[in-house]
């Protein structure tokens, strides 16, 4: 008898007008560089606590910047800062369309060069972090290779939000995550990493292509829990990771965040097909788009 195809569960993440913004309350210091909010009880009971390095981030924008931020009552809700050559200085939060600029005076080249010294190196993908921190920090460059832009994102660890996938864990089955850049897909997926590894106990192992789930660094940021990080020299390399991560390390669940390409996409059928459990994470807003996309539409 022939085997039945491995399955792949689709989940829509909603659009981010429709993602309710993070407690607002000012965050308790718990470690130096660290921000954990108070427990904010969630529908259904239990409660979301959100970490964050927000002070680490903030460190390596100009100084009348920081001190801008730093007194913002919305710093809780900051998403990113944009720093363009030549132009205003932008903040943008959550729930918000539009930014915010910080000030009248455009970024000068300096400013920029001195925030990139304070970061790690940039990758093939012009993705960088700070080192212990979930934050990115992702370049703009001129034809002649020069950083002229830079969007600082910041990273969160939400503990207490997978309950929305909870039951989904239990079947055992491939899971695909859809939504847009910037609802959140890479935040649940580390919370589903921490969860498999703690709570489940599964062998998990991360591909971590831009050190976004794991943070910045060779030691993992503890919001992964127990889970293991594998990282990807270059971006075009991350389906061969993927196989090596399956051959090499003997996982029950492979996590793996942005599939974008054939490769990619031909590496998770064959995960999914092994008997391994595959989470993973596509650009789109519902099923029609990755039916129609004929680079992921073998996932379905």
Known sequence: MTPSPARILIFLL??????????????????????RCAPEAVAGGGFVVIEDDLSELLQILPRDLRDNLQNEPRRDQLLEVILDLGRRPEARFLGNSGGQYLRDNEISQLELEEA???????????????????????????????????????????????????????????ILFLGRPGVGKTTVMREIARVLADEFQKRVVIVDTSNEIGGDGDIPHA??????????????????VMIEAVENHMPEVVIVDEIGTEAEAQACRSIAERGVMLIGTAHGERLANIIKNPVLSDLV
Not at 14 to 35: E, Q, Y
Not at 223 to 236: D, L
């Open 14 to 35: 909603p659009t981010p007008s429709l993602i309710p913004p993070p407690p607002v309350r000012r965050p308790h210091r718990a470690l130096a560089g660290t921000a």
């Open 223 to 240: 919001a992964i829990g127990g889970a293991r990080r594998m990282q990807v020299p270059e971006p075009s390399m991350q389906h061969r």
């Open 116 to 174: 990139q010294r304070a970061v790690g190196e940039f990758g093939g993908d012009n993705r960088a972090g700070i080192e212990g921190t979930l934050h990115r920090i992702s370049a703009i460059r001129s034809r002649k290779g020069m950083v002229v832009g830079l969007t600082c994102r910041v990273g969160r660890a939400v503990n207490g939000h997978v309950d929305m996938v909870r039951d989904l864990l239990n079947y055992k089955e491939s």
